[in-house]
């Protein structure tokens, strides 16, 4: 009886650890089904869109340059005797840059002066013959016919006379200089580069999409990325009506007197405040894809949803999103390396 009992007892020791060991087994079995599925399950941030009002802007890099600057050249031909000034010299409209020899031009200045005072006389002695009939009508229009010819030559050579010393027809400064002593002039010939610092413009490129955005006049604010911190303003004053071979348009901005501001910097131009409009912004980190097929994701019933969105301009470091989503949906901004669409999905946002 002992014995049965005791077959009793083991049999049930036996039943129950297999028992044990089946429901471990299955318990195992379901964590590392668990297991997988959180490994198949990516982790994202998201947040939800909504309708908001904003303005609209973008910016443009642009190089400053001066307003006013001009390559002049040689009005008349010459050998250049002296150099009043050289490169960085500061100069006033009116200052001496140099002087050709003027004793050609003194020559031949006099010798037309007394070729018309000599006409001048002739026309003067004919005038009182024609007066007493002893002379042809053709005869007074031949002399008056020369002695004009003789006035416009004197007017000119006197011109060139008088202008042997060249002056600056600006103020500004000499930023090259391209003779020297004894060079030999010839007409349209360079002589200087003469640049006016006092006012500088900047010149950048606008698309074709957001030239309407903007205006004469218009007030922008620039900044140089060199220099953190720094800030200028200026005007818009002239907008190109011509297009490059990239479809941007020239636009040229007046900038405000600024001590830190000087020729041939590389700023970014900031256009804002253009116009007011509501809709939907998304950071840009959200796109995928390019401009013109860009793709974002929403969050359904826990799966990544691919929606095709049509994209605007630019509002700082987010998108404007005209199309393929609405207020109020969830829309994943991190985490996107390993989502695709209909992958499962996990928010964890903070």
């Not at 040689?74 to 500061?90: C, E, F, H, L, Q």
């Not at 050579?157 to 000499?174: C, L, Q, T």
Request: hydrophobic share 40%; net charge positive; aromatic share 6%.
């Amino acid at each position: 009886m002992k014995k049965i009992v005791g077959y009793i007892i083991a049999v049930l020791i036996i039943a129950g650890m297999l028992l044990l060991l089946f429901s471990n087994k299955r318990k195992m079995q379901r964590q590392n089904a668990d297991a997988e599925q959180a490994d198949q399950t990516e982790l994202v941030g998201t947040f939800i869109t909504e309708e908001e009002n904003y303005r609209l802007e973008f910016s443009a890099n642009g190089m400053t340059q001066a307003v006013h600057e001009l390559n002049y050249v040689s009005d008349i031909a010459g050998r250049v005797n002296r150099v009043y000034v050289d490169k960085g010299k500061r100069v006033g409209k009116g200052t001496p840059l140099l002087m050709i020899d003027t004793e050609l031009y003194e020559a031949d200045y006099k010798a037309a002066k007394a070729a018309y005072e000599a006409l001048k006389k002739d026309e003067e002695r004919l005038a009182r013959s024609f007066a007493a009939g002893g002379v042809s009508n053709q005869q007074m229009d031949n002399i008056r016919t020369q002695l004009v010819a003789a006035e416009s030559r004197m007017t000119a050579s006197r011109w060139k006379y008088e202008n042997s010393v060249i002056k600056s027809p600006m103020a500004g400064i000499i930023n090259n200089r391209f003779v020297e002593p004894g060079s030999l002039l010839a007409p349209n010939v360079p002589l200087f580069e003469i640049v006016d610092d006092s006012a500088l413009k900047l010149i950048c490129n606008v698309p074709e999409s957001r030239i309407r955005l903007i205006s004469r006049g218009m007030r922008v604010k620039i900044t140089d990325n060199q220099v953190q911190g720094s800030e200028f303003t200026g005007k818009i004053n002239n907008i190109g009506v011509k297009t490059d071979r990239g479809l941007n348009y020239p636009v040229e901005i007046v900038l405000d007197p600024n001590d830190n501001l000087h020729i041939g910097m590389y700023l970014k131009v900031y256009f804002s405040g253009i116009a007011e409009r509501t809709g939907i912004l998304v950071p840009r980190k959200c796109i995928v894809g390019s401009a013109k097929a860009a793709n974002l994701f929403v969050v359904m019933d826990g799966k990544a949803q691919r929606r095709e969105v049509k994209l605007g301009e630019m509002i700082g470091d987010r998108i404007e999103v005209l199309s393929g989503i609405s207020a109020g949906e969830q829309v994943i901004e991190s985490g996107l390396m390993n989502v695709g669409d209909g992958a499962a999905v996990r928010v964890i946002n903070k």
